[in-house]
């Protein structure tokens, strides 16, 4: 599964990445307070559809030379408008017919 997300994120295709994720999932992602911004707490697939939809619109997040660490992580590149942080997303849970419970992005 966390290769259909690197590809999904890095294609900036949200219907693919949210199709990865249960109805009532949680991804968390901890990197945009390294600039400053609020970090994302999202809850469901339709607000990671939602979400990443409007701010892919706007060209953000973007990742940069993903690595499969294993079949639940990987570590990435991603930039939200500035400078790349090297980061690491994990599946911390899997739910019903395979798909992410739980997912977070943390600096590494």
């Known amino acids: 599964m966390i290769e259909k997300v690197i590809k999904a994120m890095a294609d900036m295709n949200y219907e693919a990445l949210s199709s990865c994720f249960t109805e009532d999932c949680e991804f968390i992602d901890y990197c945009p307070s390294q600039h400053g911004n609020s970090d994302s707490y999202l ?45 690491r997303i994990s599946i911390e849970e899997i739910g019903s017919g395979g798909l992410i419970k739980k997912a977070i992005v943390h600096p590494v």
Do not use: K, L, Q, T
Not at 47 to 62: H, L, Y
Not at 69 to 86: D, K, L, P, Q, T
């Open 43 to 87: 809850y469901g697939s339709d607000c990671v559809e939602m979400f990443f939809r409007s701010r892919w619109a706007a060209g953000i997040p973007v990742i940069a030379e993903p690595v499969i660490e294993s079949e639940n992580r990987a570590s990435i590149f991603i930039s939200y408008g500035g400078a790349y942080i090297y980061a």
